[in-house]
């Protein structure tokens, strides 16, 4: 049986990683390269980097850094930030990366979602979505969460599967930055909604929620950054706690 | 030299990575003619069936790459599409596969929401026969990383390599003679992908 993946991200700005990172045994803590490996090495069952300053400027530095990371990194990983074409996407696919998430471009023009998926097939695009509960309903968001949209969080999900998503990145950013676990209502109802996976993203903050994640929300994947990055909830240990809950983990 | 086939579909960078890492040398050649110097072949591949030998066979790939297979018979594993390409047929396309083993590459019907297509993450694969490939024991731990939403059938159970379970049991590697395919991607599959990598080609 598939196991429940685990999966930390790495914001990159201009090929380095941000945020302070908090491991002895990097030696570059602003090298992403470095940082994956150990990652990987810990048992990361993918990985993400997000350029958060993605501009035409920047976007060959991050294509080099993709090239880099697929020459060390010997575990799948997804790279998203600013990508608005099928140019765009081909080119991070042909430096190496197993798959793109498209966010803001996608709810700006939907059809991108079916033209990425008939060029590189579904497994290749994954659909990120922000959305804020405002109220009741599930608002989306655009532009790094600036932006409302007159999108709703279900049913866009369900348009993005129809149109050849592969993956469905929900970030809640009620939850983001909390540490107060995951959006589990939400998550749940997405994984009832839809047939393709769902990577839960924004609020981890300890082992349960994870947990929670895995069990309540019926996430197939669950993404974290600071927590791992600054050692709280160290990967190994993580993985450990949930074998021995009986969470099929690899 | 182990050659890595590119008929334009896929990345092979990390193929080269993952070889380079475990301390063997490999080459991605691009066309037919570098076949020659192959003492080892990689077919890998991404995508649909029918374009995957399309590109096969608009440049110039399946005559020669039959020689190098059937008569001289050097090893050669086929990796996702690359697996898929070297059975009969697929339910995915309308196109003959290489032929090369006696196996039909069937779509997965999801048999619960549980079962989500594609299969896409990291599963168990038992090994059901000795082998050069695995030479360890089976391990609860053994896991490879699969993104696929066509599966292996062998006609013969006797070239099953490796069995996994999503819905349904499916062949996630075979062997036959000096031909070899799995599902996953060892690429992708960490330790337990270098462990496969390094037999390969030291076993081989």
């Known amino acids: 049986m598939l196991t429940k993946r685990i999966i930390p991200c790495l914001d990159i700005k201009e090929g380095r990683t941000v945020k302070g990172i908090n491991f002895e045994s990097i030696r570059d803590a602003g090298d992403p390269v470095e940082l994956a490996s150990l990652y990987a090495q810990q048992g990361a069952d993918e990985l993400v980097f997000l350029d958060i300053a993605a501009t035409n400027e920047n976007r060959k530095t991050f294509s080099s850094l993709v090239r880099e990371i697929a020459r060390y990194i010997n575990i799948p990983f997804t790279v998203g930030g600013g990508i608005s074409s099928v140019e765009d996407a081909s080119a991070l696919l042909e430096a190496g990366a197993d798959k793109v998430s498209i966010n803001s471009a996608a709810v700006r023009n939907p059809k991108l979602i079916d033209e990425m998926a008939k060029a590189f097939g579904s497994q290749f695009v994954v659909v990120a979505i922000d959305a804020k509960k405002v109220d009741n309903p599930w608002i989306v968001h655009t532009h790094g969460g600036k932006k409302p949209t007159d999108k709703k969080l279900f049913s866009w999900a369900e348009e993005a599967q129809q149109r050849g998503a592969g993956e469905i990145l929900f970030t809640s950013m009620n939850h983001d930055g909390t540490k107060n676990g995951f959006a589990i209502d939400a998550l749940s109802k997405l994984n009832q909604l839809l047939s393709i996976p769902v990577i839960a993203s924004g609020g981890a903050g300890n082992m349960g929620h994870f947990m929670d994640v895995f069990l309540l929300g019926k996430a197939d994947a669950a993404l974290a950054a600071s927590i791992f990055h600054f050692g709280e909830v160290p990967l190994p240990d993580l993985k450990k706690y949930l074998k021995d809950r009986n969470i099929s983990i690899r | 030299m182990i050659s890595i086939i590119d008929y334009g579909l896929g990345n092979l960078g990390s193929i080269v990575n993952m070889f380079k890492k475990i301390g063997y040398q490999s ?20 995508g649909a069936f029918d ?44 196109f003959d596969g290489l032929g090369w083993i006696d196996a039909y590459t069937r779509k997965f019907q999801p048999a619960s929401a549980e079962v989500k297509i594609p299969h896409m993450g990291w599963s168990k694969a038992d090994i059901v026969k000795e082998s050069k490939l695995l030479i360890q024991k089976n391990n609860s731990e053994r896991r490879f990383y699969f993104v696929h939403s066509y599966f292996v059938s062998v006609n013969n159970a006797e070239d099953e390599l490796l069995r996994c379970n999503y819905g349904n049991n499916f062949t996630a590697g075979f062997e036959r003679n000096n031909i070899i395919g799995v599902q996953f991607h060892p690429e992708k599959s960490h330790k337990f992908g270098m462990e496969l990598f390094g037999n390969f080609a030291n076993n081989y």
């Open chain 2, 51 to 94: 374009t995957g030998i399309k590109h096969l066979q608009d440049h110039g790939w399946l005559a020669p790459l039959e020689k190098k297979v059937m008569v001289e018979r050097i090893p050669i594993m086929g990796i996702c599409l690359g697996m898929q390409l070297m059975t009969k047929g697929s339910e995915e396309g309308k």
């Open chain 2, 27 to 46: 080459q991605i050649i691009h066309r037919p003619e570098e076949l020659d110097q192959a003492t080892k072949l990689i077919l890998p591949g991404v």
